[in-house]
């Protein structure tokens, strides 16, 4: 049996080899999960085979003895008493007191109840069951229904994915790249036109935190004084203030940015209430109420970045032709409303305010001062120049000069200070002023200039409206609409990127990687079987079984999403596997064994009768272990997939499980543990009827085909 459960292991794991090869930022965020699964795996192999079989060998019996009565007291006995010693007097580990004596009690229960239930379901229930899968597969098996079987089975199929595409062009189903989080906080970006003094930005912010706060403490967030929702808030002018999805986390000063933070609460504090809704809520809330201020309400990302939901590149030369451009796009997509778009901007500002100083290079060559020592003095008098070092307590402080505030941005003190400076001709010090070798005149800049791939880009990007999740239905209308703008010159060129390109990529790896894992088992089975046929019919029943996700994902009416629905598949494909295998080998082996009886060699055939009952044999003595492996899978996943929560400590410590459902576990792990319980309900149904109908056919076209190509008598018994 080893050896079935080696290739049963390696099976799985080889189906995640290729997810523990994700490449990128993506693939460090989400490469632990193959890899923990496959180390975890590989210890359960070990532990099963050197393990496991001392312990079964030394302590379990095949009869079911019951526990002398003495035994019983005595163990349950000192087992309480422990316990309610640790209880009474352990203090912070009377949690384990609790379980002593919950395991003594649950000793007596399964030995007056759960122990005449086990043996009734075992012996009844189960039994009964087993029969009526024998007669139902003995139907399956028999006359033309094998044909009917399967055609039809295919036929579903088909179905479902023409249900899955009918689903997605609806709309009914969405296509997410990674699970909508719940936020954990409502960020507000507020952004004035650049050159904006810092006091109006403050002077907006404080108005905006108000409004902001209107609806963060709303009667529905609040008991009494007590803000069950909102744990603390913040507010930010200037440095700091920026979007990183927009700024790249630059710390730079920006006097005309400010942004609101507001952190929730844990999920089990939250008494219910959705903090999405609340961010929509301060978004509807601030909706064209401030001209000329930009205004996004955001929440903290989940998983790596992937860029804005709508992002589109405009490439180029000439920067100023790509911002016009960029603001025509942005005016004609705001004609046409498309609704999902919240609000278009464009990440460079060609009105940034500046001074451009241009030094009178000649006169500086009579006078002896460069243009290095011009610009060097202006940025001293205004960023500061270091002066020295002040240690304190074993720590350095830099010392920087400059001017002060009122003088700092005062273009008269700045061009009437003088430079002092050695003339080399002379070698005496002289002082000049600024003013006498430089002028200077106010003009306008970009605030930025980028590049891709050597070429200038501009980008217009937007966040979704709320209640809008599928990016890439919206970018859909985007780009049907964008069919009709005339006004791009030849010159600039248009690319879809930002969350869109990397749900792209993302896609084309986990489609790749689930074939490659396909081949890994394919491989895999062939070693273990010797043959063709078997791995072809166990890598059929993987695609049957994707009739159980979509048909699960349409029905619901849950969204599609690519990172773990994609991981939920591969995931699904291992555990398809694993119950094929244990089914097809132990058929072969009975085939095997009665070839040996009868007295065969290895290259004959069983008579069609006998591979009847080898089949039906075969798939009665292993519905056990495939109802398990199915029912144990499904079960663990439940609590998973609806956010279960419940906290064992406080409820062996406090008596108090603190249950309550959701959180971000379950919005994250919950459509992978959707995916897997979709999908092995029907490979259950899959591995129990259509498996052994499948072999069952293989094995009657092998018997033709050979008694069609062979010259010899065919020995058929």
């Excluded at 523990?20 to 693939?27: F, N, Y």
């Excluded at 069950?228 to 940015?257: I, L």
């Excluded at 600024?434 to 501009?458: E, L, P, W």
């Amino acid at each position: 049996i080893a050896f079935p459960i080696i290739i049963s292991t390696a099976t799985t794991v080889a189906a995640f080899i290729p997810l523990g090869l994700w490449p990128g930022i993506m693939g460090q965020f989400m490469k632990y999960f193959p890899i923990t699964l496959s180390v975890v795996l590989g210890s359960s192999l070990f532990v099963a085979i050197f393990f496991n079989s001392v312990l079964v060998s030394q302590f379990m019996t095949t009869e079911d003895k019951d526990m002398p009565l003495r035994h019983a007291v005595i163990i349950s006995s000192i087992v309480a008493i422990i316990g309610s010693l640790i209880f009474v007097f352990g203090g912070a580990y009377k949690a384990l007191g609790s379980v002593m004596i919950f395991s003594a009690i649950m000793l007596w229960v399964y030995r007056l109840y759960l122990r005449k239930m086990a043996n009734y379901f075992q012996t009844k229930i189960l039994t009964r069951f087993e029969n009526w899968y024998e007669k139902q597969l003995r139907k399956a098996l028999s006359g033309f229904r094998p044909y009917i079987l399967v055609g039809l089975i295919f036929l579903i199929l088909i179905v479902s994915f023409i249900g899955f595409g009918a689903s997605l062009a609806s709309q009914r189903t969405k296509v997410e790249f990674f699970p909508d989080n719940k936020p954990n906080q409502i960020i507000v970006y507020i952004e004035y036109p650049e050159g904006t003094d810092i006091k109006k930005t403050n002077e907006i912010t404080k108005v905006i935190e108000n409004k902001v706060y209107e609806v963060l403490n709303g009667n529905e967030y609040t008991d009494g004084d007590y803000n069950f929702m909102v744990e603390s808030a913040v507010s930010q002018v200037g440095e700091g203030a920026g979007n990183p999805q927009t700024d790249g986390g630059s710390a730079a000063e920006m006097p005309h940015k400010g942004k609101i933070t507001a952190s929730m609460r844990e999920y089990k504090f939250r008494e219910g209430e959705d903090s999405e809704l609340m961010r929509q809520k301060v978004q509807e809330a601030l909706v064209g109420i401030y001209p000329g201020v930009l205004i996004s309400v955001e929440k903290d990302a989940n998983g790596p970045p992937a860029g804005a939901p709508i992002n589109i590149e405009l490439e180029g030369d000439d920067y100023s032709e790509l911002i016009n451009a960029a603001e025509k796009m942005r005016d004609f997509i705001n004609s046409r409303s498309i609704a999902g778009i919240d609000e278009l901007k464009i990440d460079v500002n060609k009105n940034k305010p500046a001074m451009q100083v241009v030094v009178d290079r000649e006169k500086a060559g009579e006078l002896g001062v460069s243009s290095s020592q011009v610009g060097q003095q202006l940025r001293n008098s205004i960023f500061g120049s270091k002066a020295g070092v002040y240690k304190e307590d074993g720590e350095d402080y830099d010392i920087y000069v400059r001017f002060n505030e009122a003088n700092r941005y005062n273009s008269s003190a700045l061009f009437n200070q003088k430079i002092t400076f050695r003339d080399m001709a002379s070698g005496q010090i002289k002082e000049i002023p600024v003013s006498s070798v430089a002028k200077q005149s106010n003009n306008s800049g970009f605030s930025s200039i980028k590049h891709r791939d050597t070429r200038r880009v501009v980008t217009v990007y937007s966040a979704l409206s709320p209640g809008y999740n599928d990016a890439g239905a919206v970018v859909g209308q985007v780009q049907h609409a964008m069919k009709d703008f005339k006004e791009l010159p030849k010159s600039i060129k248009i690319d879809y990127t930002g969350q869109i390109e990397e749900q792209n990529k993302q896609m084309a790896f986990l489609m790749g990687a689930f074939f490659t894992g396909l081949g890994l088992i394919f491989l895999i089975l062939i070693f273990q079987f010797n043959s063709f046929s078997k791995p072809a019919i166990i890598m059929l029943a993987i695609f049957l079984s994707l009739i159980g996700v979509f048909s699960g994902i349409v029905i619901t009416g849950s969204a599609f999403v690519i990172m773990m629905t994609m991981m939920g598949i591969i995931s699904l494909a291992g555990i398809v596997v694993n119950n094929g295998v244990v089914l097809l080998d132990y058929a072969q082996l009975l085939i095997d064994r009665k070839k040996h009886k009868l007295g065969l060699d290895e290259e004959d055939y069983l008579n069609k009768e006998d591979l009847y009952q080898s089949i039906v044999q075969a798939g009665r003595a292993r519905l056990r272990p495939v109802l398990l492996t199915a029912i144990t899978t499904i079960l663990g996943l439940i609590p998973l997939a609806i956010g279960l929560n419940i906290n064992f400590f406080t409820l062996f410590s406090e008596f108090n499980p603190h249950i309550y459902f959701g959180g971000d576990n379950v919005i994250f792990w919950g459509p992978l543990a959707w995916t897997v319980i979709y999908g092995l309900f029907v490979a259950t149904f899959l591995t129990l009827i259509v498996v052994p109908v499948l072999f069952f056919l293989t094995m009657q076209l092998k018997m033709w085909i050979h008694s069609k190509t062979t010259t010899s008598e065919v020995k058929v018994y």
